[in-house]
């Protein structure tokens, strides 16, 4: 892909398929249980909580499918913004440095996680622009990465408390959530070498493809 033909690209995340499938399916599956309850309860009560009990996971399935935004991430010729339920970040593609998929040592064997991590030169420029709702949300998300870097000493105990006290980066200060936010991409940085990280779920294909889309816009980005 070369700066003359770069084009916006839109990637809806593959956690949005089925939605309409789930939705309705639990629906009626619901119904018809709570219909059939209505003449079997009493001498099948725990086959019939049972039954309303799955029809319910699937419905929830499907409404958790629909609530999820319909785009993960846009791609354009300057930059690369990504979407979540409770807001979004963006960072130009001059901004980062690297992008490869997420990597650790478990059990003696190199692994691949569920993640392609961003490597960027200015945090405070992402930090401008995400909210504290979303950077609280990432918090909660990246808790499992944070777990495995401890347990396999990628990081210390003490550097994985959270921190919400404010924090200067680059002469600007933040605070509440997204102080801690800030903090936890720096940590992140020393246990696997990125600052962001894209899970796997939010493309609409593979990690390698993934990654391989992504490299062809950040190779090909405006000289500055």
Not at 34 to 63: E, H, N
Not at 120 to 138: C, F, G, W, Y
């Given at each position: 892909?070369?700066?003359?033909?770069?084009?916006?690209?839109?990637?809806?995340?593959?956690?949005?398929?089925?939605?309409?499938?789930?939705?309705?399916?639990?629906?009626?599956?619901?119904?018809?249980?709570?219909?059939?309850?209505?003449?079997?309860?009493?001498?099948?009560?725990?086959?019939?909580?049972?039954?309303?009990?799955?029809?319910?996971?699937?419905?929830?399935?499907?409404?958790?499918?629909?609530?999820?935004?319909?785009?993960?991430?846009?791609?354009?010729?300057?930059?690369?913004?990504?979407?979540?339920?409770?807001?979004?970040?963006?960072?130009?593609?001059?901004?980062?440095?690297?992008?490869?998929?997420?990597?650790?040592?478990?059990?003696?064997?190199?692994?691949?996680?569920?993640?392609?991590?961003?490597?960027?030169?200015?945090?405070?420029?992402?930090?401008?622009?995400?909210?504290?709702?979303?950077?609280?949300?990432?918090?909660?998300?990246?808790?499992?990465?944070?777990?495995?870097?401890?347990?396999?000493?990628?990081?210390?105990?003490?550097?994985?408390?959270?921190?919400?006290?404010?924090?200067?980066?680059?002469?600007?200060?933040?605070?509440?959530?997204?102080?801690?936010?800030?903090?936890?991409?720096?940590?992140?940085?020393?246990?696997?070498?990125?600052?962001?990280?894209?899970?796997?779920?939010?493309?609409?294909?593979?990690?390698?493809?993934?990654?391989?889309?992504l490299k062809s816009y950040l190779e090909s980005k405006p000289i500055s």
């Open positions: 892909m070369t700066q003359s033909n770069r084009q916006k690209m839109t990637i809806r995340p593959i956690t949005k398929r089925n939605q309409l499938f789930l939705t309705m399916f639990g629906s009626i599956l619901l119904i018809m249980s709570l219909l059939i309850a209505t003449f079997f309860w009493r001498d099948y009560k725990m086959q019939m909580m049972l039954i309303i009990l799955a029809s319910m996971v699937v419905l929830l399935s499907g409404v958790a499918k629909l609530i999820q935004p319909d785009v993960s991430f846009i791609l354009t010729a300057d930059r690369l913004r990504f979407f979540h339920k409770w807001g979004q970040w963006y960072t130009p593609w001059q901004n980062i440095i690297r992008i490869d998929q997420v990597q650790s040592e478990i059990h003696g064997q190199r692994a691949q996680l569920p993640y392609l991590g961003i490597k960027i030169k200015s945090l405070a420029a992402v930090a401008k622009n995400i909210s504290p709702r979303l950077a609280n949300k990432l918090l909660h998300e990246q808790k499992e990465l944070l777990t495995l870097a401890v347990k396999t000493e990628q990081l210390s105990l003490e550097q994985s408390l959270l921190h919400f006290e404010p924090i200067v980066i680059e002469g600007e200060t933040f605070k509440g959530p997204v102080a801690a936010w800030v903090h936890r991409c720096q940590i992140l940085n020393q246990g696997f070498g990125f600052h962001l990280y894209l899970p796997e779920d939010a493309f609409d294909r593979d990690l390698d493809a993934s990654l391989t889309l």
